[in-house]
């Protein structure tokens, strides 16, 4: 699970493009929106391509992705449960 | 065409030159478009992380504005804007990653820039300006379609200002040319004076 987190922390930085933020910096139960990270509604829809594309999990309902993008923890957790 | 307005300055960023009112404030030695644009950001000393979500054009669209508008405080700001490639440079890449019917993975993040008149929203996020806007797209520089359509929008009182140019991207080649229309200011808003300081900052 531990390296899950890691990838799940080095996949965000790159893909949504989080300029001067290391995965070190970012706590597996940080808030991924609003006060924490400050990701936006597009950076949401890129963590569900990202979850179709390389984790082959197809989010049905979009709303979905708010409890499962709270943090790392819960996206491991979701990630580990649904993985294909 | 009236004659009774004025540019206040201009702003160029090409070659790796960012320059106000032809003095050159920032400079690198980078080739590359992404490192020229991270480097003028880190050097300007802009603090806005959501520069680096955007696509190439709207980066040196925000740049070339940001130079000129960091101590601006009207808001009544149109914008007119041109180039020559419009999105092309985003469309693109947007297209090769969606050509693979097996691997059809559209990012979100890319076709939100799939417009040109996007990097005129980064802009007017940035400086809270609500106004008219419009992005004109021809194969050169042409100061008379900027010219006509900034006189009708100060005649008409649409707008107090207007922030004008020519913001071109595309296959890493990049040229921004931008300047702020008013009633007063130090150059003749006209054709010909709009062409010279376009020229002028590119000898």
């Known amino acids: 699970m531990s390296d899950l987190k890691q990838e799940l922390k080095e996949k965000i930085i790159e893909q949504l493009n989080l300029e001067d933020v290391t995965a070190d910096e970012i706590a597996d139960n940080d808030p991924l929106f609003g006060d924490g990270l400050g990701l936006d509604s597009i950076d949401a829809l890129e963590l569900i391509v990202m979850l179709d594309k390389d984790y082959g999990i197809k989010l049905a309902d979009p709303k979905e992705g708010r409890k499962i993008f709270e943090s790392i923890d819960t996206m491991a957790a979701y990630i580990s449960a649904n993985k294909a | ?203």
């Open chain 2, 1 to 203: 065409m009236k004659n009774d307005y004025y540019i206040e300055r201009y702003s160029q960023i090409r070659d790796g030159k960012v320059s106000v009112n032809g003095n050159i404030i920032f400079q690198t030695l980078e080739t590359n478009f992404k490192s020229v644009m991270k480097a003028a950001y880190k050097n300007l000393i802009i603090d806005y992380p959501k520069f680096f979500k955007m696509d190439n054009l709207s980066k040196l669209g925000f740049l070339a504005a940001e130079v000129l508008l960091k101590d601006e405080n009207e808001k009544n700001m149109a914008m007119v804007f041109s180039n020559r490639a419009s999105s092309l440079d985003t469309d693109r890449g947007y297209q090769d990653s969606i050509k693979d019917a097996t691997q059809y993975y559209p990012s979100p993040a890319v076709f939100v820039y799939t417009l040109a008149n996007i990097c005129m929203g980064e802009i007017s996020i940035k400086h809270k300006i609500h106004s008219e806007n419009c992005f004109f797209v021809n194969d050169e520089f042409s100061p008379e379609i900027l010219s006509s359509y900034t006189s009708q929008l100060l005649d008409e009182n649409k707008a107090k200002k207007v922030l004008c140019g020519w913001v071109d991207v595309d296959n890493g080649k990049y040229n921004a040319f931008l300047y702020v229309v008013a009633k007063k200011g130090t150059f003749v808003h006209s054709d010909p004076e709009i062409n010279r300081l376009y020229k002028t900052t590119h000898e």
